[in-house]
């Protein structure tokens, strides 16, 4: 379960809530300009834009959930269980497994009109990383500055998506949730009239009661619509601290609270961490469930040109501002 955004203010800003009942080894990772990726079609992947993003590394390979590129491209990769559909390698196409689409669209393109281009010879294969790491079921949204897209590759063959609203969750498809907005039209963030009847007479008694109807549960239906209210409507200042601050905000209006989702085998659905990035500026923001403190990595001149990754533990120990002490 997850739920992805893209904000702008004077910059872009492009992230995610990661909910899952177990964590999977993530650090924050820079891969660099001219990183060499051995794809499973027999190419070699040298990338020609550095990224930065939350990702696990096997045998010096980042497995990315999300990252941006330093050219303001970020992609993140979200749960769709038994809609997603991998196929055998095909004939005439670039065949790439699932966990190298992030490496590949970001190490090569710029822009979303580049990817769409390309998105048009891609087959998604059912390759695994490894024989112990079995294949995830993933759909993916991508951004570039301005606009966004939602990849998916169902039995009908690989669907792309423009995707106005920003937002991106988990089951059911994508056309599903932009159908969905339309059974809350009657949303506000201003108080309403009453428009039940003229026969009787109504008044709100308190702020709020415009959006009366805003699911809270945590259901990716349901943070599809919450998130994107939140979102189309937020008000926020053009500088980096309020824009940083305002799109956790948002991401906190989808949070899954420890307790409050049990899986079927008795485990507790959480957000493991949130991010944002910048994409003007390759700076990455995250913060995790124990530590709500806003961290930040940025994606420095020097570290684009190694030869190697970089990788920075996340600050999992939250920290806690005394202020009376004498």
Same mark, same amino acid.
């Given at each position: 379960?997850? =739920?992805?955004?893209?904000?702008?203010?004077?910059?872009?800003?492009? *992230?995610?809530?990661?909910?899952?009942?177990?964590?999977?080894?993530?650090? +924050? +990772?820079?891969?660099?300009?001219?990183?060499? !990726?051995?794809?499973?079609?027999?190419?070699?992947?040298?990338?020609? $834009?550095?990224?930065?993003? %939350?990702?696990?590394?096997?045998? /010096?390979?980042?497995?990315?959930?999300?990252?941006?590129?330093?050219?303001?491209?970020? %992609?993140?990769?979200?749960?769709?269980?038994?809609?997603?559909? $991998?196929?055998?390698?095909?004939?005439?196409?670039?065949?790439?497994?699932? &966990?190298?689409?992030?490496? $590949? &669209?970001?190490?090569?393109?710029?822009?979303?009109?580049?990817?769409?281009?390309?998105?048009?010879?891609?087959?998604?294969?059912?390759?695994?990383?490894?024989?112990?790491?079995?294949?995830?079921?993933?759909?993916?949204?991508?951004?570039?500055? #301005?606009?966004?897209?939602?990849?998916?590759?169902?039995?009908?063959?690989?669907?792309?998506?423009?995707?106005?609203?920003?937002?991106?969750?988990?089951?059911?498809?994508?056309?599903?949730?932009? %159908?969905?907005?339309?059974?809350?039209? /009657?949303?506000?963030?201003?108080?309403?009239?009453?428009?039940?009847?003229?026969?009787?007479?109504? /008044?709100?008694?308190?702020? *709020?009661?415009?959006?009366?109807?805003?699911?809270?549960?945590?259901?990716?239906?349901?943070?599809?619509?919450?998130?994107?209210?939140?979102?189309?409507?937020?008000?926020?200042?053009?500088?980096?601290? #309020?824009? @940083? +601050?305002?799109? !956790?905000?948002?991401?906190?209006?989808?949070?899954? @609270?420890?307790?409050? @989702?049990?899986?079927?085998?008795?485990?507790?659905?959480?957000? =493991?961490?949130?991010?944002?990035?910048?994409?003007?500026? *390759?700076?990455?923001?995250?913060?995790?469930?124990? /530590?709500?403190?806003?961290? %930040?990595?940025?994606?420095?001149?020097?570290?684009?040109?190694?030869?190697?990754?970089? @990788? $920075?533990?996340?600050? #999992?120990?939250?920290?806690?501002?005394?202020?009376?002490?004498?």
């Amino acid at each position: 379960m997850c =739920t992805c955004i893209q904000l702008k203010t004077k910059d872009s800003y492009f *992230g995610r809530n990661l909910d899952l009942e177990y964590r999977f080894g993530e650090k +924050v +990772v820079i891969t660099p300009r001219n990183y060499c !990726f051995s794809l499973r079609n027999k190419d070699i992947l040298k990338t020609k $834009y550095a990224m930065i993003g %939350m990702a696990t590394v096997f045998q /010096n390979y980042p497995l990315y959930a999300e990252a941006v590129n330093e050219k303001g491209l970020a %992609m993140a990769g979200l749960y769709f269980p038994e809609n997603a559909k $991998y196929f055998k390698s095909k004939e005439h196409q670039i065949n790439l497994a699932p &966990f190298e689409l992030i490496p $590949y &669209f970001l190490g090569k393109f710029e822009t979303i009109a580049e990817v769409k281009e390309e998105l048009k010879k891609i087959n998604i294969t059912n390759e695994s990383f490894s024989s112990d790491m079995p294949l995830a079921d993933l759909h993916w949204m991508i951004s570039d500055k #301005e606009t966004s897209i939602v990849v998916e590759q169902t039995i009908e063959g690989l669907k792309v998506y423009d995707n106005p609203i920003g937002v991106l969750t988990n089951n059911p498809p994508f056309s599903y949730h932009m %159908m969905n907005l339309n059974n809350y039209l /009657n949303l506000s963030p201003y108080n309403q009239e009453n428009q039940f009847s003229r026969k009787v007479s109504l /008044n709100t008694y308190g702020q *709020g009661m415009g959006a009366i109807g805003l699911p809270g549960d945590n259901s990716p239906s349901s943070r599809f619509i919450r998130c994107a209210f939140y979102k189309l409507n937020s008000i926020c200042a053009d500088n980096e601290e #309020e824009s @940083v +601050v305002q799109f !956790f905000h948002i991401l906190e209006s989808v949070l899954m @609270v420890k307790g409050s @989702v049990i899986t079927k085998s008795g485990k507790c659905d959480i957000t =493991t961490y949130s991010s944002c990035m910048n994409q003007e500026h *390759g700076i990455y923001y995250y913060k995790t469930y124990y /530590n709500p403190q806003i961290c %930040m990595v940025k994606m420095r001149e020097e570290e684009k040109n190694k030869t190697d990754l970089t @990788v $920075y533990d996340l600050m #999992e120990k939250p920290s806690f501002q005394l202020i009376n002490d004498k």
